[in-house]
């Protein structure tokens, strides 16, 4: 059992939520010799098939990859799972198609990651330690954060188990329990917001050949300005296909008939990709889901609990960072232990009156990015503002980093990205002013 030299008295730390993020922060606990008990609403992840309507890959970045570097992970997970996408495949209404670069300078990608497979990863990586506890299967009913106090019902047999704890962390999702008791609190602040926009998941199979049916190197999209398709490539060869657009337009697809038109008019070069025959089962057997954000604060009560990953700030997925978010609190978290010497009173209370900044930088952004994809990147405007970015980034790369860039190739504070960008944003609008001044005067010149 990795101890790294620990010698104070191990704090017994329950977490609540064993997907990614808990996962990964009952790691980083237990490296620093801490007691960690798990606590997961659902059955063990390893044990369970893909369920659809819940994204089964994500976009892990340099955030995401440094958090798993911090537990020994991030080798495994980029050569045996990770599948590079090094820009925008974007596909026009008329078959046509063309490429956006992430990062035209230094061909930096993101990764394409199973979802199931990634939180699998983790759990027998937590196996190693005999201070981890994994309990499945155990939904939070009730919950005194002040005393330290969770009650937990077990779903297969509904008995009642309580527990105790020095310190309890929420990463229970979105829906977080945890945080649930935690908005009983005094001056908690809280605010969630649905967008009109659902989606809906859909499936591109293998080729006859058994291979990919697209470039796979891309995160490929289909921008339709109010809605647009999305697909990420998958290691057996397949694409999770993802439709987002407003409820409004998915109650009205209520028949084989409609859906093939709307599909034959919006997305006609996917129906040979997907086949009409799996394009209606799929999108038939299931439903368009929400989309939430969620903001709150402060993520902590006194020295006993405290909300890491989308338990304190879920955000829409049009930035993918979503799970890169979350996974950088739990290398927050473990700076601050080691800033602070453990002592907890100061590591949440420091983690509760910074992180916030961040965080809702990092959601404003992904509502702002779905713009940008469904829409924006078919404009002339967006291609001639990236060309000017990435050939500044090139000229100046130390000065002038794009935002995307900022956001997905770097760990500068997201709420820095925010700013950064609204300083380009003035030295633009500058630069187009005088050049327009320039032909304006110009061409009064010749007039002359």
């Given at each position: ?369 779905y713009v940008e994809m469904r829409d924006l990147v078919t404009r002339p405007s967006y291609l001639f503002r990236k060309t000017i970015d990435d050939f500044l980034f090139w000229l100046i790369p130390n000065l002038w980093v794009p935002l995307y860039n900022s956001v997905s190739f770097t760990n500068m504070p997201y709420s820095q990205c925010v700013k950064n960008r609204q300083f380009q944003d003035k030295i633009f609008k500058t630069f187009i002013a005088f050049v327009g001044l320039l032909t304006f005067s110009g061409v009064l010149f010749l007039s002359i």
């Amino acid at each position: 059992m990795a101890q790294n030299g620990y010698k104070k008295k191990p704090l017994d730390v329950v977490v609540v939520g064993g997907g990614l993020v808990g996962s990964l922060e009952a790691l980083y606990l237990a490296k620093r010799g801490h007691r960690v008990r798990l606590y997961e609403y659902r059955e063990d992840i390893r044990k369970m098939p893909s369920m659809r309507g819940r994204s089964i890959n994500l976009a892990l970045s340099v955030r995401g990859r440094k958090a798993l570097k911090g537990v020994g992970l991030e080798e495994q997970m980029i050569r045996d799972h990770g599948i590079p996408m090094v820009g925008r495949y974007i596909h026009r209404v008329d078959g046509s198609t063309y490429v956006i670069p992430y990062d035209a300078r230094t061909n930096q990608c993101i990764y394409s990651v199973g979802r199931n497979y990634l939180n699998s990863l983790l759990l027998k990586e937590s196996e190693k330690y005999e201070n981890v506890e994994k309990y499945f299967n155990h939904k939070l009913i009730s919950a005194n954060l002040q005393k330290g106090s969770l009650t937990f019902q077990k779903t297969k047999d509904n008995d009642i188990v309580e527990v105790n704890a020095d310190l309890i962390i929420g990463a229970d999702g979105a829906y977080s329990a945890v945080r649930k008791a935690m908005m009983k609190e005094p001056l908690f602040d809280y605010s969630q917001k649905y967008i009109e926009h659902g989606y809906m998941e859909l499936c591109i199979p293998p080729g006859e050949d058994g291979e990919s049916q697209m470039p796979s190197q891309y995160l490929h999209i289909w921008p339709r300005g109010n809605f647009m398709m999305i697909a990420l490539p998958n290691q057996d060869k397949t694409w999770t296909v993802t439709l987002f657009m407003p409820f409004v337009k998915f109650n009205e697809i209520d028949s084989e008939e409609k859906l093939l038109s709307f599909f034959g008019k919006n997305f006609a070069d996917a129906i040979p990709l997907i086949g009409k025959k799996k394009l209606i089962e799929d999108y038939f057997s299931g439903s368009a889901l929400p989309l939430v954000s969620v903001k709150c604060r402060p993520y902590n009560i006194k020295d006993k609990a405290l909300l890491i990953g989308d338990a304190g700030h879920a955000v829409v997925p049009f930035y993918g960072q979503g799970m890169n978010a979350g996974f950088e609190d739990c290398t927050i978290l473990d700076e601050l232990f080691q800033k602070h010497n453990d002592n907890i009173k100061n590591i949440l209370t420091e983690f509760s009156n910074e992180r916030w900044k961040d965080v809702f930088a990092v959601s404003d952004l992904a509502m702002y990015n779905y713009v940008e994809m469904r829409d924006l990147v078919t404009r002339p405007s967006y291609l001639f503002r990236k060309t000017i970015d990435d050939f500044l980034f090139w000229l100046i790369p130390n000065l002038w980093v794009p935002l995307y860039n900022s956001v997905s190739f770097t760990n500068m504070p997201y709420s820095q990205c925010v700013k950064n960008r609204q300083f380009q944003d003035k030295i633009f609008k500058t630069f187009i002013a005088f050049v327009g001044l320039l032909t304006f005067s110009g061409v009064l010149f010749l007039s002359i």
